[in-house]
C-alpha cells in the first residue's frame, strides 16, 4: 500500500513539474488550517483569470481524517506471522488540484487521497459554467458574486442552467482523473483499468433568485417573509414544500447569519431550504439536497439533472406561498424623511416634523382644510386660525421649514403664498388619520388575551394588514365627505 501511495504523489510531483504548476503545503499558506481553500484560489490565481480551455491554478495539500485502509500484522495460533486489511479512520494527505475547465469554467477542483482506497470528491459551480456559456455566446451580463443581476437574454441564460447533466459532469471527470490520477512506473505512469471510481452526488444546492431594483423594498419584503415563514419548518408545512410525508422528528426551523445577511432555514430528513437576502436588492431561495434517498432521487451523478428540477420545485412551492404578502402595505422608505433629521440648502440641520406635540399637529391638521388649497396661505393666516398655538410669526416658520425642506409645503412662484404638495397631501392625509383613528385608540386600548394570542401567531399577520389598510381607507374616504 505504501508503494502505491508513493508511486501516486511522484506522478502528480510530475505533472506539477512538467506543466509548471505550484504546490503549497496549505497550513503554510496564508489561508491557515482552517481557511477556505476555495476563496485562497479565487484570491490569487482565478480572480481576473481570461484564459481558455484547460488550466490547472495550483495543488494545494493537507492532512485530513478520511475512511481508509491499514495493515495489521497478524500471528496465527501456529505461531505463523501474517497481515490483515482492515478499514479505519486516519489522516491522510490530500491533494486538492484546482483548475479552469474548458467546458464547466472555473474555478473547480478534484480532490484526491494519497492512500487506498483512494477516495476522491469533485466539484464545480453552475454558476461559472453558465458565465462560460454566455461568455462563448460573446453575451453581456452583469454579476454579483455569484449571482446574475442583469442580462441581455434571460432565456439564453435559462437554457445554459438546463444544459447540466450528469453525463456531461462525468466526462470531465473522467478527463481530470485520467490526467492526475495515474502512478508513476519511472518512465511512464499508468493506473490498471480495474481500478475504478464509482461517483455519487454528496450535495447539491439548486437556487432561485429574485432580483429588485429597489434594495429598500427588497430589504422590507425579506422582513415580512421572516415574520410570516418563520413557521415553515413545523413537519406538517416543510413536508409540502419538499411534497414528501411529513417527518416530525427530523424537521426543524432557524434563523442564523448567511454571508453578514439573515437567513432563515428549513431542514427536513437531512435536506434543507434556506432564503436570504444576499446582495441587498437580491432575494434568494435555495434548496440543499445532501439526503438524495429521503428524497426519492438516485445517488449516481448521471441523475444530476432530475436533482435540478426536484429543486427547482421545492423552490418554486417556497415561492407561491411568499407570493401571499401584500406588498402594497410595504414602504420603500419615502417615509424616512420625515423620521430623520434633513439639511437644508445652507447646509444647517432641520429636525423632523413631531406630531405628538399638540402644535406641530394643529398645524398639519390645518393644511389639509379646502379653503388653502385654491389661493394657498400666508403665515398670518395661520396665525389667525391658531391664536391659541402660535404667538407670533416667527414660530410659525420654524415650524413650517420642517415641511417645506421635505416638499410638503412649498412657495409659489413670484408669490408670498404657500401650498401643500401632492406628496404633502398624501403623508398630511396618512399620518393625521393614523395617530387620530389608529395609534391612539390602539394605545389607550387595554389589550385582552384573544389579541395577544392572534398577535402570537405570524400567520395571521398579512389578514391584519389588509384589515389595517382597508380601514384607513374607509376613514380616509369619511373624512373627506366631512370636510
Not at 451580463?141 to 442552467?161: G, I, R, S, V
Request: with cysteine.
Amino acid at each position: 500500500m505504501r508503494i502505491v501511495t508513493d508511486q501516486l504523489n511522484t506522478h502528480i510531483s510530475k505533472q506539477a513539474a512538467k506543466y509548471d504548476i505550484p504546490i503549497f503545503w496549505w497550513p503554510a499558506v496564508d489561508g491557515g488550517t482552517y481557511g477556505a481553500k476555495l476563496q485562497y484560489v479565487q484570491k490569487h490565481y482565478a480572480n481576473g483569470f481570461q484564459g481558455k480551455g484547460n488550466f490547472v491554478f495550483c495543488i494545494l495539500g493537507d492532512k485530513e481524517p478520511v475512511q481508509t485502509m491499514a495493515a495489521r500484522e497478524l500471528t496465527s495460533k501456529n505461531g505463523k506471522k501474517f497481515h490483515r486489511l482492515y478499514k479505519c479512520r486516519k489522516p491522510v494527505k490530500q491533494y486538492y488540484i484546482y483548475f479552469h475547465d474548458e467546458i464547466l469554467g472555473g474555478p473547480c477542483y478534484l480532490k484526491i487521497s494519497s492512500y487506498l482506497p483512494f477516495p476522491c470528491e469533485f466539484y464545480f459551480n453552475g454558476h461559472n459554467y453558465i458565465r462560460h456559456q454566455l461568455d462563448q455566446k460573446g453575451m453581456s451580463y452583469k454579476m454579483k458574486d455569484n449571482a446574475f443581476t442583469e442580462t441581455d437574454d434571460p432565456q439564453a441564460l435559462q437554457e445554459a442552467a438546463q444544459q447540466i447533466n450528469g453525463r456531461l459532469v462525468q466526462q470531465r471527470i473522467d478527463y481530470w482523473m485520467n490526467r492526475f490520477f495515474k502512478f508513476d512506473k519511472g518512465k511512464y505512469s499508468t493506473r490498471s483499468k480495474y481500478l475504478k471510481h464509482e461517483w455519487y452526488l454528496s450535495q447539491v444546492e439548486v437556487c432561485s433568485n429574485l432580483i429588485f431594483k429597489s434594495s429598500r423594498f427588497s430589504t422590507n419584503l425579506f422582513e415580512r417573509l421572516i415574520d410570516k415563514f418563520s413557521r415553515v419548518g413545523w413537519p406538517d408545512s416543510i413536508a409540502q414544500i419538499f411534497s414528501k410525508r411529513p417527518a416530525r422528528s427530523i424537521s426543524k426551523t432557524f434563523r442564523r447569519l448567511y454571508d453578514n445577511n439573515a437567513c432563515i432555514k428549513h431542514w427536513f430528513r437531512g435536506n434543507s431550504i434556506k432564503q436570504y437576502n444576499k446582495t441587498g436588492y437580491l432575494i434568494r431561495t435555495e434548496t440543499t439536497i445532501n439526503n438524495p434517498k429521503s428524497l426519492g432521487l438516485q445517488k449516481p451523478v448521471l441523475y444530476l439533472q432530475a436533482y435540478l428540477w426536484f429543486g427547482l420545485g421545492c423552490n418554486n412551492r417556497l415561492l407561491d406561498c411568499c407570493a401571499d404578502v401584500d406588498v402594497t402595505s410595504i414602504c420603500e422608505g419615502q417615509t424616512d424623511i420625515f423620521k430623520k433629521p434633513v439639511t437644508d440648502h445652507l447646509d444647517k440641520t432641520v429636525t423632523p416634523p413631531d406630531l405628538r406635540k399638540e402644535r406641530q399637529f394643529e398645524l398639519c391638521e390645518e393644511l389639509l382644510k379646502p379653503k388653502y388649497s385654491l389661493h394657498g396661505f400666508k403665515t398670518a393666516d395661520i396665525a389667525n386660525a391658531l391664536p391659541h398655538y402660535f404667538r407670533n410669526s416667527t414660530q410659525i416658520r420654524y415650524e413650517l421649514k420642517k415641511l417645506i425642506v421635505r416638499g410638503v409645503v412649498q412657495k409659489k412662484k413670484s408669490q408670498s403664498f404657500y401650498e401643500v404638495t401632492q406628496l404633502g397631501w398624501k403623508w398630511l392625509w396618512t399620518s393625521i388619520t393614523s395617530i387620530t383613528y389608529f395609534e391612539n385608540p390602539i394605545i389607550s386600548k387595554t389589550f385582552q388575551n384573544e389579541v395577544l394570542q392572534t398577535l402570537a401567531q405570524p400567520s395571521l399577520f398579512e389578514e391584519g394588514y389588509d384589515l389595517i389598510q382597508q380601514g384607513l381607507s374607509r376613514i380616509t374616504q369619511e373624512l373627506a365627505l366631512n370636510l
